[in-house]
């Protein structure tokens, strides 16, 4: 029966294999589709000050929604567009796309973008980026690219030259997932990196746990000591935000304490409450005072 049972759950296993098969297959045709057709849409999320809580920037997340299997979420699609060379067409339609937003929102609000390893390869990132800001009429300065560890490590060569030029003309560049990644930090003095954006798997714990809190803590101050602006990403709870303010350098914040990604309409009003009202009261005060 040993036997059988075994033939029988390799069955399934072949069966669930040819499922998932055809799913990718299916995917992936629907995926080009989607990016001819223009379907793909943009979320927002706002990174704030951790003092003042204003909005100093917000990530630009691909967003698909599916015909017929409704949300497939970036961690799905994005692989596959990596796999079918696909992704530069969508880091350009990105980039174009998040550039024109960000030049609607209030005050002096940035938008970062994430761009793969591969577009290093597919992309001449600098001079796509710089006509995406030159069509939004978007400074350099409220620009932000965010690469992983994987990325930089994979492209060494070609990151480092696109991330020079890219620095060079004031853009910033944010390491993100920052300790997930390989652990070799020589690239961290080697590329010009002004962000330094920490996992959220070095936030989730910093509440209650010593020992969590003091990873965070170090890790912020390596940031520090390197002089870049240091981010912690998946902020969810009061108190991490507490523990963090209190006991690190953390300097900016991300996560659903604060807001989940947006759609741009929603995302313009957001920057509105959380800068507008109180800005104005404090430029008023100063004033009179
Ligand atoms: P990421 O760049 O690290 O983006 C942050 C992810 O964390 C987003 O997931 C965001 O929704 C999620 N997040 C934010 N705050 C919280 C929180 O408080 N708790 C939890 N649990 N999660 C939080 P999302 O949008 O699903 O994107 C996942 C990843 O997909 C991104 O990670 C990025 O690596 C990739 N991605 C998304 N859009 C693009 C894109 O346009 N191009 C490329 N190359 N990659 C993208
Ligand atoms: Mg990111
Ligand atoms: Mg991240
Ligand atoms: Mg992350």
Not at 133 to 159: H, K, M, N
Not at 184 to 200: E, G, M, T, V
Request: proline residues 4%.
């Amino acid at each position: 029966t040993a036997k059988a049972e075994g033939k029988g759950r390799s069955q399934i296993f072949h069966g669930q294999m040819d499922i998932d098969y055809h799913y990718r297959q299916q995917l992936k045709a629907d995926l080009r589709e989607a990016v001819a057709k223009d379907q793909l849409t943009l979320a927002f999320q706002p990174l704030l000050d951790i003092s003042s809580r204003r909005v100093v920037s917000c990530e630009a997340l691909a967003r698909w929604t599916h015909p017929q299997f409704g949300t497939v979420p970036p961690a799905t699609f994005i692989p596959l567009a990596e796999e079918m060379g696909l992704i530069s067409e969508i880091t350009s339609w990105v980039i174009r796309h998040a550039a024109v937003e960000c030049s609607r929102w209030a005050g002096e609000v940035a938008v970062a973008v994430n761009v793969s390893a591969r577009d290093f390869r597919g992309l001449d990132l600098p001079v796509v980026i710089e006509d995406a800001l030159r069509e939004a009429q978007l400074p350099p300065g409220r620009f932000e690219v965010e690469v992983t560890e994987t990325a930089v490590i994979e492209e060494r060569d070609l990151a480092s030259t696109a991330l020079g030029r890219l620095a060079a003309r004031g853009i910033a560049i944010a390491l993100d997932d920052f300790g997930t990644g390989y652990s070799s930090l020589s690239y961290l003095n080697a590329l010009p990196f002004s962000k330094l954006k920490i996992d959220r798997s070095f936030v989730v714990e910093v509440d209650g746990n010593a020992r969590a809190l003091s990873l965070l803590a170090n890790v912020a101050r390596l940031g520090r000591d390197l002089d870049l602006v240091v981010v912690a990403e998946g902020v969810e709870t009061e108190a991490q935000l507490e523990a963090m303010l209190e006991h690190t350098g953390v300097q900016q914040v991300q996560g659903y304490l604060f807001s989940r990604p947006l759609p741009s309409r929603d995302i313009a009003e957001l920057i509105k409450r959380f800068n507008g009202r109180g800005a104005e009261q404090v430029l008023r005060k100063r004033k009179r005072g």
